[in-house]
């Protein structure tokens, strides 16, 4: 086990540092500097502003300067863009909002998707069976922006029961956090479904129904722990896939969170912020990702613990790329 | 062999329906010139905002000039076809007076298009990475397979949509970088980070292809790896690459739209799906909501998406019965 945390743990801090490496560079490398839209043609100001953020060093030195920075005090530097800011800052600001809205999205997610699952297996090959299943098909296909769109048609402007943007009061937190969970609480069902049954079929299930157990508690307390391990290590890219679909859906309902600064700050060549954001998501989705792993090893004992993950893992993509 | 897996593949439920409408957007995408619709971006703010209905008007010069600027041969055909006929507002307008209609037939050139591209990109990628690996020594296949597990845990996502807004947001956007290039960039980029599935998937199978009777016999007869890889083993993967080529699709279109929604796809006056939706969005701030413009893009995205994955799913389940889900 310590082995296995050791290894996973290496594995990540290598990610990381490839990834802070690739993003510094390339966005250096890009035509295009944070200056550029700024007013003033001057040259000489232009120079200034350079030294000051130290941008004019040669590329290595920079890189330098800002690992140590990093490995030192944690410091991210200043915003390029939002003077007077540290990244620091704006992601203790803004993270919190992010949270929020993601953890809420993943525990609706779970609930629904879980209970749906466990309703339509229960009730196999019955028209609810299918009803939920086609459901899940249409939550999986749908964008999280379109289930966003209708909501906010239906629900905020034809009768007017929840606010359409903003952040704060539980109200405003509704429909960005539905629309958010709809596609995973669609693939947990499916996986969770198709799971249960497999189980279902085993013989120890056959002896809890001969010793007499309701159906309610062989589904619950004997068939759902076996059955959960593919939708934990569906968590993974789900958690991923949160986390990216949170940019579109911070966007459509005007939130302060993460998503927001990270694409504005990629447009206007904001490095800084770019690549404290970058880091913060590689760090949460390594985090979640041994989370995963763990509780995988909790589950089933009998899981391998190498990298690779257990044979589960090959129905299902660890990474939520697309899933937005 | 191919009839009946295509009656097991028939008896799957969805399976047809899904198949149908795929083939209907496919088609209509093909025909997207030759259709009796206006041009996809002429501008007439004497129709902006219009809900859907059904009128025959005037094809004009503005919409003859669109066309033939874009598809010459199509220009032609649809002049031959349908003369001055024109169906307008099927679909309803936009704020700027543009057909609906037609801009979602013109965008699943676009959607489709990205999908099918990035979709090839990610399955030449991950075949070869995958079959390289399978028929590697154990140290090379484990150092292979050891650098996907890692890749796995890269957030490409965020590392793409950086590259993509920066090369959007420098100067170089005024510049060079015409609209085909973005679009092959966008492709190059969403197909390298979806490979990895493939890469594991197609691993997988050539390793216990590789432990067959025919593929030792062919060994034993002095067949080289490379014989053995393309005409032994390749063959035998192809119902698994088009299983996995159906799921990769619908999952890049998404992020297609995803990205266009973000603003860093691709670029109007070209329409996606994704551009369209994005559109619709935006007008549902203001006063006096369009309903329409949000949702038949959401409509057409929905149906294109959810029939290939009901469509991957058949096939799976056809190819390999054991695989058999309820």
Same mark, same amino acid.
């Given at each position: ?324 | ?60 010069? *503005? ?93 490409? *996502?965020?590392?793409?949509?950086? *590259? ?154 056809? *190819? ?7």
């Amino acid at each position: 086990m310590i082995r296995f945390l050791a290894r996973r743990l290496l594995a990540s801090l290598v990610v990381l540092a490839v990834v802070v490496t690739t993003c510094f560079f390339l966005m250096r490398l890009m035509p295009g500097g944070p200056f550029d839209l700024e007013q003033s043609p001057d040259p000489v100001i232009r120079a200034n502003l350079l030294a000051a953020y130290d941008l004019d060093a040669p590329m290595h030195e920079q890189f330098a300067r800002y690992v140590e920075g990093l490995l030192r005090r944690g410091d991210l530097g200043p915003s390029l863009r939002y003077r007077d800011y540290d990244v620091s800052e704006i992601l203790a600001e803004s993270l919190p909002v992010s949270l929020v809205l993601g953890g809420s999205a993943l525990v609706l997610a779970l609930v629904f998707g879980l209970g749906a699952g466990a309703l339509a297996a229960a009730r196999r090959g019955s028209a609810i069976d299918t009803a939920i299943m086609s459901l899940a098909g249409l939550g999986l296909a749908l964008p999280s922006f379109v289930v966003a769109g209708v909501l906010v048609l239906l629900f905020a402007f034809h009768w007017q029961l929840f606010p359409v943007v903003g952040f704060g009061s539980p109200a405003q937190l509704v429909l960005p956090a539905v629309s958010l969970a709809m596609p995973f609480a669609a693939t947990i069902a499916r996986l969770f479904r198709a799971g249960l049954l497999e189980v279902l079929a085993e013989d120890w299930i056959r002896t809890a129904r001969a010793k007499g157990r309701s159906p309610l508690a062989v589904l619950w307390i004997h068939a759902a722990r076996p059955a959960s391990i593919p939708v934990v290590s569906y968590l993974g890219p789900a958690i991923a896939g949160v986390l990216s679909g949170s940019l579109v859906i911070e966007s459509i309902f005007a939130i302060p969170g993460v998503g927001t600064h990270f694409v504005e700050s990629a447009l206007n060549a904001d490095y800084n912020l770019a690549l404290g954001v970058v880091i913060v998501y590689t760090v949460l989705l390594t985090v979640a990702n041994l989370a995963v792993d763990l509780a995988y090893n909790l589950i089933d004992p009998r899981m391998d613990d190498g990298l690779g993950g257990g044979a589960a893992d090959e129905a299902v993509p660890r990474r939520g790329v697309a899933a937005p | 062999m191919s009839a009946s897996l295509f009656q097991r593949l028939a008896a799957r439920p969805g399976s047809i329906p899904a198949l149908t409408v795929l083939a209907l957007v496919a088609l209509t995408a093909l025909a997207a010139p030759l259709l009796p619709l206006p041009a996809p971006d002429a501008m007439r703010p004497a129709l902006a905002s219009r809900p859907p209905s059904v009128s025959w008007t005037e094809w004009t010069d *503005l919409d003859q000039q669109h066309l033939e600027e874009t598809h010459p041969a199509g220009a032609w055909a649809r002049q031959a076809l349908f003369g001055k006929h024109s169906l307008s507002g099927l679909a309803g307008t936009d704020d700027l007076g543009r057909d609906l209609a037609s801009r979602l037939v013109w965008g699943a050139r676009i959607s489709l298009l990205v999908g099918m591209a990035a979709t090839l990109v990610a399955m030449i990628i991950g075949v070869s990475w995958g079959l390289v690996a399978g028929l590697s020594s154990r140290r090379m296949d484990g150092a292979m397979m050891r650098l996907v597990d890692i890749a796995y845990a890269v957030p490409f *996502l965020f590392v793409v949509i950086l *590259l993509i807004a920066m090369l959007r947001g420098g100067p170089s956007a005024e510049q060079g970088m015409a609209g085909p290039d973005r679009l092959v960039l966008m492709f190059v980029a969403i197909g390298a980070i979806s490979w990895l599935t493939m890469a594991r998937v197609v691993r997988g199978q050539v390793l216990s292809l590789r432990r067959s009777e025919y593929v030792v016999a062919a060994r034993a007869l002095g067949a080289t790896t490379g014989r053995i890889a393309r005409s032994h083993i390749l063959p035998n993967l192809y119902g698994l690459i088009v299983v996995y080529l159906t799921l990769t699709v619908p999952r890049v279109m998404l992020f297609e739209a995803f990205l266009s929604y973000l603003g860093l796809g691709v670029e109007p006056p070209g329409v996606s799906w994704g551009i369209l939706a994005s559109e619709g969005m935006a007008t549902l701030t203001a006063v006096g909501t369009s309903w329409w413009l949000v949702v038949f893009p959401g409509l057409a995205l929905t149906l294109t998406l959810g029939s290939l994955n009901a469509l991957g799913d058949a096939l799976r389940d056809a *190819l390999d019965p054991r695989l058999t889900r309820g």
